[in-house]
T-cell receptor, first 112, second 111 residues
Framework: DTGVSQNPRHKITKRGQNVTFRCDPI?????LYWYRQTLGQGPEFLTY????????KSRLLSDRFSAERPKGSFSTLEIQRTEQGDSAMYLC??????????FGSGTRLTVV | RKEVEQDPGPFNVPEGATVAFNCTYS??????FFWYRQDCRKEPKLLMS???SGNEDGRFTAQLNRASQYISLLIRDSKLSDSATYLC????????????FGSGTRLSIRP
């Protein structure tokens, strides 16, 4: 499979725990995006990498969220001290162009 | 006011019908426009770009009206497989954070 891969597909965690998600983009894509989507809403921008540099970060992203893309390859998104409001689908996309496509299948996070 | 607004629907139309959705945007400086399709519990997929001159891809036609700040998507001869949520996307110039997704319009095609 040469598409965007995200792991895990589902994550259930207790409030207050830390979680980390991984995204493996298409290998030649230098752009990588993270989005969050809740039911009935469109994807909401979280952060953007070009190669290994994190160029943009949503002002809505609290300091509990951090993302990395070491060596411009895979990326991780970590949420510390999870809250129930963090429950959502976390989507990753990679691209060569200025539009996020394709997306991975997402990681569905449930905070209980 | 939201930056990108869509009628959430659902639009429930019979197979073979023609259906159209609009999407309005608030930022007149927006540069690029797209339609994505999202099936239930799946990731969004790029359906088509929207050019100033309009864009047609088979049964799908997308148009841009900059003066009134809206884009439209027309689906002709609708198929059962067209049932999905259609997301309007508006992008600013060279800024990932300016790529704004609408909340989507849900379309259901009935036999």
């Amino acid at each position: 499979d040469t598409g965007v891969s995200q792991n895990p597909r589902h994550k259930i965690t207790k409030r207050g725990q830390n979680v980390t998600f991984r995204c493996d983009p298409i290998s030649e894509h230098n752009r990588l995006y993270w989005y969050r989507q809740t039911l009935g809403q469109g994807p909401e921008f979280l952060t953007y990498f070009q190669n290994e540099a994190q160029l943009e970060k949503s002002r809505l992203l609290s300091d509990r969220f951090s993302a990395e893309r070491p060596k411009g390859s895979f990326s991780t998104l970590e949420i510390q001290r999870t809250e129930q409001g963090d429950s959502a689908m976390y989507l990753c996309a990679s691209s060569l162009q200025e539009v996020p496509f394709p997306f991975g299948s997402g990681t569905r996070l449930t905070v209980v | 006011r939201k930056e990108v607004e869509q009628d959430p629907g659902p639009f429930n139309v019979p197979e073979g019908a023609t259906v159209a959705f609009n999407c309005t945007y608030s930022n007149s400086a927006s540069q690029s426009f797209f339609w994505y399709r999202q099936d239930c519990r799946k990731e969004p997929k790029l359906l088509m770009s929207v050019y100033s001159s309009g864009n047609e891809d088979g049964r799908f036609t997308a148009q841009l009206n900059r003066a009134s700040q809206y884009i439209s998507l027309l689906i002709r001869d609708s198929k059962l497989s067209d049932s999905a949520t259609y997301l309007c996307v508006v992008a600013g110039y060279s800024s990932a954070s300016k790529i704004i997704f609408g909340s989507g319009t849900r379309l259901s095609i009935r036999p």
